[in-house]
């Protein structure tokens, strides 16, 4: 079982780029990190997803650095409703086309006006 | 209006009762999970499943059962051999398998008497 680890918590004032960042067991090339974002009471949505270097979408992008221990999510920009927990999942191959699944405790940022 | 739907959003039961979670998803998706999430623990995942009439434990299966009769429906019961069965409780589908990105339900708060 892969174990991650984030920062609990974060602050940040509106207009700022934010980066959190998910430590996990390196992993391999055939494996994935992916970012959720969950607000009180709802399911998570999807953020981004990789498997190496940088991924870049519309909202926000995703680093994994060679030695692959590491991941960030980079928001750019952030408002006032980016306020919310963030999640980093990590998918290990395990064969036969599947993978085991390891979410992240969460990150908690708060936007400050 | 594709999605994932819950039901009950809030749900109470008695100590020692059998309880059954629905979810049911119209995005033609293969394959279905459950997770449960309680404060500061991120989400854990229960059982999952890639194919009709197919599932696969998670990490904390014990206590808990599921089935995958049709596409569309992946129920989870909560017995009364689980130990701590007060949680949120989210279903999730990807198109798939477990390399894609998963699309969550709005969760159930299931609460023990």
Same mark, same amino acid.
């Given at each position: 079982?892969?174990?991650?680890?984030?920062?609990?918590?974060?602050?940040?004032?509106?207009?700022?780029?934010?980066?959190?960042?998910?430590?996990?067991?390196?992993?391999?090339?055939?494996?994935?990190?992916?970012? &959720?974002?969950?607000?009180?009471?709802?399911?998570?949505?999807?953020?981004?997803?990789? &498997?190496?270097?940088?991924?870049?979408?519309?909202?926000?992008?995703?680093?994994?650095?060679?030695?692959?221990?590491?991941?960030? $999510?980079?928001?750019?920009?952030?408002? $006032?409703?980016?306020?919310?927990?963030?999640?980093? $999942?990590?998918?290990?191959?395990?064969?036969?086309?599947?993978?085991? $699944?390891?979410?992240?405790?969460?990150?908690?940022?708060?936007?400050?006006? | 209006?594709?999605?994932?739907?819950?039901?009950?959003?809030?749900?109470?039961?008695?100590?020692?009762?059998?309880?059954?979670?629905?979810?049911?998803?119209?995005?033609?998706?293969?394959?279905?999970?459950?997770?449960?999430?309680?404060?500061?623990?991120?989400?854990?995942?229960?059982?999952?499943?890639?194919?009709?009439?197919?599932?696969?434990?998670?990490?904390?299966?014990?206590?808990?059962?599921?089935?995958?009769?049709?596409?569309?429906?992946?129920?989870?019961?909560?017995?009364?051999?689980?130990?701590?069965?007060?949680?949120?409780?989210?279903?999730?589908?990807?198109?798939?398998?477990?390399?894609?990105?998963?699309?969550?339900?709005?969760?159930?708060?299931?609460?023990?008497?």
């Amino acid at each position: 079982l892969a174990k991650t680890t984030q920062p609990i918590s974060m602050d940040s004032y509106e207009g700022q780029e934010v980066n959190i960042t998910c430590s996990h067991n390196n992993i391999a090339t055939n494996d994935y990190i992916t970012w &959720y974002q969950q607000f009180p009471s709802q399911g998570p949505r999807f953020i981004i997803q990789g &498997y190496k270097t940088k991924v870049t979408n519309e909202v926000a992008s995703l680093f994994i650095p060679a030695d692959r221990k590491s991941s960030t $999510l980079s928001l750019p920009r952030v408002s $006032l409703s980016d306020t919310a927990v963030y999640y980093c $999942l990590v998918g290990i191959y395990s064969g036969a086309g599947s993978y085991q $699944l390891t979410f992240g405790k969460g990150t908690k940022l708060s936007v400050i006006p | 209006d594709g999605g994932i739907t819950q039901s009950p959003k809030y749900l109470f039961r008695k100590e020692g009762q059998n309880v059954t979670l629905s979810c049911e998803q119209n995005l033609n998706h293969d394959a279905m999970y459950w997770y449960r999430q309680d404060p500061g623990q991120g989400l854990r995942l229960i059982y999952y499943s890639q194919i009709v009439n197919d599932f696969q434990k998670g990490d904390i299966a014990e206590g808990y059962s599921v089935s995958r009769e049709k596409k569309e429906s992946f129920p989870l019961t909560v017995t009364s051999a689980q130990k701590n069965p007060t949680a949120f409780y989210l279903c999730a589908s990807s198109y798939t398998g477990t390399s894609d990105e998963q699309f969550f339900g709005p969760g159930t708060r299931l609460t023990v008497l």
